[in-house]
């Protein structure tokens, strides 16, 4: 049974920074493509960001970018999202998800692509 377990979210101001991280067991992520997204109250999962295997290929939503970092430590079987700069906009559940195989930047944004779900952490920013 694969299980993923999302940390590190909580009340920020905004400005500040969170770094969630999202913890596999059950298989390696050596060939797991992993994701990000999030989920705020009334509204539907969105993408976040994804990354592939070896790191090589990032993805991220254009509102993200530039403020939040995805990276992978597959020898801990751990992935991580750096959120710098929160706004109010950033509030939301975040989850994390594994797809098994490749991801290219179309894949990497479907909900209906990943196969394995956290619980998610809550993230709240306030003013």
């Known amino acids: 049974q694969v299980q993923l377990v999302e940390s590190g979210g909580g009340l920020v101001q905004a400005g500040g920074s969170l770094r969630l991280s999202c913890v596999v067991s059950?298989?390696?992520?050596?060939?797991?493509?992993m994701g990000w997204f999030r989920q705020a109250s009334g509204k539907e999962r969105e993408f976040v960001a994804a990354?592939?295997?070896?790191?090589?290929?990032?993805y991220y939503e254009d509102h993200v970018k530039g403020r939040f970092t995805i990276s992978r430590d597959n020898a801990k079987n751990t992935v991580y999202l750096q959120m710098n700069t929160l706004s109010l906009e950033d509030t939301a559940v975040y989850y994390c998800?594994?797809?098994?195989?490749?991801?290219?930047?179309?894949?990497?944004?479907?909900?209906?692509?990943?196969?394995?779900w956290g619980q998610g952490t809550q993230v709240t920013v306030s003013s």
């Open positions: 998800a594994g797809r098994p195989g490749l991801i290219n930047a179309f894949s990497a944004r479907a909900t209906a692509s990943y196969d394995y």
């Open positions: 059950g298989r390696t992520i050596n060939t797991v493509a």
């Open positions: 990354i592939s295997w070896t790191s090589v290929n990032t």
